[in-house]
């Protein structure tokens, strides 16, 4: 058995996982990253928008600061979220985004002189001063006070991840990719590497570190209907919930994107809708001004979503073989605008629906996007549950978006986490004497090796991993989308129970040799059910309505009994998580009140 | 009436070495606005659960599902059947080591080619969390990320007569990456360093200027411009070198 043995280990190479790397690497410390596919195609690439941070240099950022961004990020998340944790994400994004300024991503500029822009369809105009020519500009983006997110073009994910590779590739982080960690090591109270299963070969090895950290983005890929990329289907959540100790945090909390195309839920950006972009409906009125008159389009993607649903609900969908869905406007933007800064959406349009965005109307609906929850961590990124086991990025719920988080900072976060992460880990590891059990890294390897033996003799049965990923989507998407319900969320628990003993017995169809395909899905198709159990068990649990989370039977949202975070862990043998709350911030900045939009009503503390 | 389609799909497993490599015939009935990633996605789960094929984001800007689709490299997730006769044949890309059936290993290759041009900005300043970022005209940093679009597919590689007949060949790819950073005011290398990397055969005197790389790049990258550009600058360089060695010989 391979062995490999490194200071830190990433389980993931995105943006969060390569920048905590990047921060111990720098420190002296060796760094492996671990990556199930080339570290450039992590799911970090396909972030369009941008990234927020309170820089304040454009026109419509005037006056901006990190306690706006403070203000607007917390009423993003209903409350929902840790407000240290908050405040520390907000005060280091304006030197995190100089920081890749310095390593090379070719952000947007100021350009001085007068401009146009477009807002719910109008023509406005705005000055930007010379004084700020060359800086660093930004973009409107929903739920935001100010113009705060930073872009390149419509390729920010791209440009950042790229750059980012590139450092970790001159500071000498090794990154290991197609291979993928199928278990945590740990003796119950310390965490010591992984066990990994090589994409390219099939073989197992193993990985011992002194700190690892699980930075695997998000587990939307228990959608059917998901704008995230094939890799995104929770193994990282997977691995940490089989530890029976580490719990997840506010998994009940999932964020549909307002617009995913149709039919492939492909996401164009909410810079669609920030530079201007509106929706309309069958007759092409648009609709949004009648239920956010203030905000309308540039609202919180969770109210848009769910006023989007509700809209097609009253018969205003545009019919179609794959449902309902409404239009996104984007024609008056200028065909210069669609073929620079959207230039994305512009590629998206013509290669996957064939049609022009310049002229004509793009089809779209709410699509499951974003995990607000994940590996639940304390302010320093340390998991709870574990030693020496850390998260960062959409993995985890370290927790500055509660149950709603605004565009523009997630893809903020990775790298804000990472920064800051990486130096708790730094810490750590200077402290740090690592011993490794040999009986318990043995253990771990054997059970792996059971597990693999047992899918390819089909000694447990031969159900098909296909078979009951398919059950989980239907299970899922009928009982815990955007609106939910007691009955449906009751109905969707117990099929996905009885799909947890199915995933049990299930056996390959195929030899199972080398890096085979239908072995990478039973290997964890257990595991994703689980991870839908966390989240429908978790809304049939929280009786109120918080940011995504929509409960029509309970619409109030209710700070007397829920301004907590739902923890789920998963002891070895059960049938449901075992579910905790804690308080959902030890400190207030800003006590609970009213977001300013997405009406609703509040049963105080 | 809609079609049925027949895949051929070349099909080899090197860690399965007993069963040799072969062409596999599989039938699908087409559905409105079929893509190869639905196809694909379906045969493995409906015919063979075995087939080994890469996607990722499956949206046009990942790059992981670069295949050879009826001899001509390009992604597999825009790639609609519609566009496609009825008898479709799918390869791995060539010139990357092979995983299984479609699926090829570009990430080692394009890892050596970015340690090779040191795909990184070289500068000797400091980083200053409490400084102002340094300004860079807007037109500027358009025309760099401009360049910086490329989603290492391999599509251009796989395309590239010099690439499948020297492996240390940098390829259009990188040789894009590095008239980005000739581009960037923030690298600080001078055009003779620049030089000592692609002034060979390796760089940009391998280049046969077949164009292959331009015509099948999925992002429309000017990847011939670009090649033109360093082999001017280069020898350009070359010269005022050779010229500063013979003034230095008679000195």
């Known amino acids: 058995m391979q062995t490999i043995y490194s200071d830190l280990l990433c389980i993931g190479a995105g943006l969060a996982g390569e920048r905590v790397a990047i921060e111990a690497a720098s420190a002296g410390f060796d760094a492996v990253c671990l990556s199930i596919v080339p570290a450039r195609r992590s799911h970090s690439s396909a972030a369009q928008g941008g990234m927020q941070a309170a820089l304040g240099n454009c026109a419509m950022g005037e006056g901006d600061g990190p306690d706006v961004h403070f203000a607007d990020t917390v009423k993003g998340s209903d409350w929902g979220c840790d407000q240290e944790v908050a405040r520390l994400f907000v005060d280091t994004a304006p030197i995190v985004m100089r920081e890749l300024a310095a390593w090379g991503v070719p952000w947007n500029r100021v350009v001085p002189g007068e401009s146009k822009y477009f807002k ?54 090794v990154v290991h990719d197609r291979v993928e960690a199928i278990s945590l090591i740990h003796d119950g109270t310390r965490c010591m590497g992984a066990v990994v299963r090589c994409l390219k070969t099939g073989d197992l090895r193993v990985y011992l570190a002194k700190a690892t950290l699980i930075a695997s983005g998000g587990f939307g890929r228990i959608y059917r209907e998901s704008t995230n990329a094939v890799i995104n289907d929770g193994g990282g959540h997977v691995i940490a919930l089989d530890t029976g100790v580490v719990p997840l945090g506010n998994m009940e909390a999932v964020q549909f994107h307002p617009t995913g195309i149709v039919p ?31 905000k309308a389009e540039l609202a919180s993607r969770d109210v848009v979503s769910r006023w989007m649903t509700v809209h097609m609900q009253k018969g205003f969908g545009v019919k179609s073989p794959y449902g309902d869905h409404l239009w996104l406007d984007i024609r008056h933007l200028g065909i210069d605008h669609i073929r620079t800064k959207l230039r994305e959406v512009d590629e998206i349009c013509k290669s996957f629906l064939g049609i022009d965005p310049a002229y004509q109307l793009i089809p779209v609906r709410p699509t499951q996007h974003y995990s607000m929850g994940g590996v639940r961590t304390n302010k320093d990124g340390a998991a709870y549950g574990l030693a020496g086991l850390f998260s960062a990025g959409e993995s985890a719920c370290w927790d ?21 992460i990486g130096k708790k880990v730094v810490d750590y590891l200077k402290g740090c004497e690592a011993i490794f059990n040999s009986k318990v890294v043995d253990a771990a390897v054997a059970k792996q090796a059971a597990r693999i033996t047992a899918l390819r003799n089909r000694s447990n049965g031969s159900e098909s991993a296909y078979a009951v990923r398919e ?36 056996g390959l169809k195929s030899n199972g040799v080398g890096p085979n395909p239908e072995l990478t899905l039973a290997l964890k198709i257990q595991g994703m059910v689980k991870l839908a159990l966390c989240v429908a068990y978790g809304a049939l649990k929280r009786t109120e309505s918080r940011g995504s989370h ?41 006590p609970p009140g009213d977001r300013g939009y997405g009406g609703g009503k509040i049963i105080s503390a | 009436m809609s079609r049925i389609l027949t895949f051929n799909i070349f099909r080899y497993n090197p860690q399965d070495p007993g069963t040799p490599p072969r062409m596999d015939r599989f039938m699908l009935d087409e559905t409105d606005r079929m893509t190869l990633f639905i196809a694909l996605n379906r045969i493995r789960e409906e015919q063979d659960p075995s087939l080994m094929f890469d996607f990722c984001c499956r949206a046009g800007i990942c790059g992981a599902c670069g295949m050879v689709i009826n001899g001509r490299p390009g992604l597999a997730c825009h790639t609609k059947t519609k566009d496609l006769p009825e008898t479709i044949t799918l390869m791995p ?25 040191e795909s990184w ?105 670009q090649l033109g550009m360093l082999r001017r600058k280069m020898a350009f360089t070359a010269l005022k070198s050779l010229v500063g060695k013979h003034k230095h010989a008679h000195k």
């Not at chain 2, 590689?157 to 010099?162: E, L, S």
Request: proline content about 4%.
């Open chain 1, 120 to 173: 719910g369809g109008k023509e406005f105009t705005k000055v930007e001063k010379k004084e700020k020519e060359g800086l660093i500009t930004a973009r409107a983006f929903g739920g935001t006070a100010k113009w705060r997110t930073c872009y390149t073009s419509d390729g920010t994910g791209h440009t950042v991840l790229y750059t980012m590779d590139n450092r970790a590739a001159q500071l000498g982080v």
């Open chain 1, 264 to 294: 492939t839920d492909i996401l164009v950006t909410e810079g669609c809708r920030g530079d201007g972009g509106t929706l309309l409906d069958v007759n092409e009125n648009r609709f949004m001004p009648e239920y956010e008159p203030d």
């Open chain 1, 400 to 420: 500055m978006h509660g149950f709603n988080r605004l565009g523009g900072n997630s893809l903020a976060e990775t790298v804000v986490a990472g920064n800051i």
């Open chain 1, 471 to 506: 059950a989980m989507f239907d299970a899922i998407m009928k009982g815990a989308g955007i609106f939910r319900n007691e009955k449906d969320l009751t109905e969707c628990v117990e099929t996905l129970q009885a799909l947890h003993e199915r995933a049990g017995r299930v």
């Open chain 1, 550 to 590: 929509t409960r029509e039977d309970f619409p109030e949202r209710n700070d007397r009994d829920w301004l907590n975070r739902t923890l789920a862990t998963w002891p070895e043998g059960a049938s449901l998580p075992e579910l905790s709350y804690e308080a959902a911030t030890k400190v207030f900045e800003i």
């Open chain 2, 93 to 117: 890309l060539p010139a990357f080591k092979l995983v299984g059936d479609l699926s090829v290993d570009t990430g080692t290759w394009f890892r050596e080619m970015y340690q090779k041009v």
């Open chain 2, 121 to 225: 900005v070289h500068t000797s300043k400091e980083f200053d969390p409490a400084a102002l970022e340094e300004r860079m005209d807007n037109g500027l940093a358009e025309e760099i990320y401009e360049l910086e679009r490329c989603i290492e597919c391999g599509c251009c590689v796989a395309a590239c007569g010099t690439a499948l007949i020297r492996p240390d060949f940098l390829g259009a790819v990188g040789l894009n990456r590095i008239a980005r950073f000739i581009l960037d005011p923030r690298d600080e290398r001078t055009d003779k360093e620049y030089f000592e990397i692609v002034g060979n055969d390796q760089g940009i005197f391998g280049c046969m200027g077949l164009l292959g790389c331009e015509d099948v790049c999925p992002k429309g990258l000017p990847l011939q411009d």
